[in-house]
Nanobody, 119 residues
């Protein structure tokens, strides 16, 4: 069993900042990657950023230079610092982790946290 819990969403004005946090618990050994997806109303879920166990990061083009992902392997946590937020960043943000399952890999998801950017 793996549990993934996000926190830190909310309402912020354009240009503001928010920090999302995510903690994984349970069978969290051998985590390959952790990261964040988001889903805006009427749109598909999209990758925001992820980070490997070695610290390699990957960002969506739309957030490069504004968002920063970080991870503490010993605590099984991942954070997303979001700066210079725009209305188009409004979405439900989902934390995930990827780890081995059977002969392959699988993703475990949190319940999501709402981020609203509005004046």
């Amino acid at each position: 069993q793996v549990q993934v819990v996000e926190s830190g969403g909310g309402l912020v004005q354009p240009g503001g900042s928010l920090r999302l946090s995510c903690a994984a618990s349970g069978s969290v050994f051998s985590i390959y990657a952790m990261g964040w997806y988001r889903q805006a109303p009427g749109k598909q879920r999209e990758l925001v950023a992820d980070i490997s166990s070695l610290g390699d990061t990957n960002y969506a083009e739309s957030v490069k230079g504004r968002f920063a992902i970080s991870r503490e392997n010993a605590k099984n946590t991942v954070s997303l610092q979001m700066n210079s937020l725009k209305p188009e960043d409004t979405a439900v943000y989902y934390c995930y982790l990827r780890k081995p399952y059977g002969m392959g890999l699988t993703n475990y998801w949190g319940q999501g946290t709402q981020v609203t950017v509005s004046a």
